[in-house]
T-cell receptor
Framework: EPEVTQTPSHQVTQMGQEVILRCVPI?????FYWYRQILGQKVEFLVS????????KSEIFDDQFSVERPDGSNFTLKIRSTKLEDSAMYFC????????FGPGTRLTVT | AQKITQTQPGMFVQEKEAVTLDCTYD???????LFWYKQPSSGEMIFLIY??????QNATEGRYSLNFQKARKSANLVISASQLGDSAMYFC????????????FGKGTRLHILP
């Protein structure tokens, strides 16, 4: 069964450093998303991506964040200068009506 | 604006019993989709079931069924014959439109299955 994959599963970084979270969506899906879940809280939408451009972004998705589809399979989320409050589980998802989530990357900013 | 409400922060259920997890929603869009996801302690988000607003029948997937009551804006998840492995956090979520828009999530219900 096709699935969304994410790497790394866990990333520890120092405040101010750049991180890139990687995702491989399901191959025939056209819509991609990033969500985050701060520990113990609900899942929050960050950004959606279609046809090589951002289709919608939330207030959380400020200038520190960017997304890219560098090739035909990968979808990345970059955080330019991490802050302590960026510590969270980051989920990638892809959709063909039903939205499937990857296993998540746990980001810890120290 | 969209809103998802899950009123049960936690539930304890005896193994093999059926369990109903409550979810109500609010939207002004006549076209929408409703989702349930399971999040075990390992953290991944597992898709369980989907119901479109124009679907005539309640969605079912194995032991999961979605009790869709459109007039009441209710989308409860029913798990039949619960198992110990069903212990997890369960999130109700919705999407405005039937396309590929973002999903908004409820706060979740933590389900504990007792042996």
């Amino acid at each position: 069964e096709p699935e969304v994959t994410q790497t790394p599963s866990h990333q520890v970084t120092q405040m101010g450093q750049e991180v890139i979270l990687r995702c491989v969506p399901i191959s025939n899906h056209l819509y991609f998303y990033w969500y985050r879940q701060i520990l113990g809280q609900k899942v929050e939408f960050l950004v959606s991506f279609y046809n090589n451009e951002i289709s919608e972004k939330s207030e959380i998705f400020d200038d520190q964040f960017s997304v890219e589809r560098p090739d035909g399979s990968n979808f990345t989320l970059k955080i330019r200068s991490t802050k302590l409050e960026d510590s969270a589980m980051y989920f990638c998802a892809s959709s063909d009506l039903e939205q499937y989530f990857g296993p998540g990357t746990r980001l810890t900013v120290t | 604006a969209q809103k998802i409400t899950q009123t049960q922060p936690g539930m304890f259920v005896q193994e093999k019993e059926a369990v109903t997890l409550d979810c109500t929603y609010d939207t002004s869009d006549p076209s929408y989709g409703l989702f349930w996801y399971k999040q075990p302690s390992s953290g991944e988000m597992i898709f369980l079931i989907y119901q479109g607003s124009y679907d005539q029948q309640n969605a079912t997937e194995g032991r999961y069924s979605l009790n869709f009551q459109k007039a009441r804006k209710s989308a409860n998840l029913v798990i039949s014959a619960s198992q110990l492995g069903d212990s997890a956090m369960y999130f109700c979520a919705m999407r405005d439109g039937l396309g590929d828009d973002k999903i908004i999530f409820g706060k979740g219900t933590r389900l504990h299955i007792l042996p």
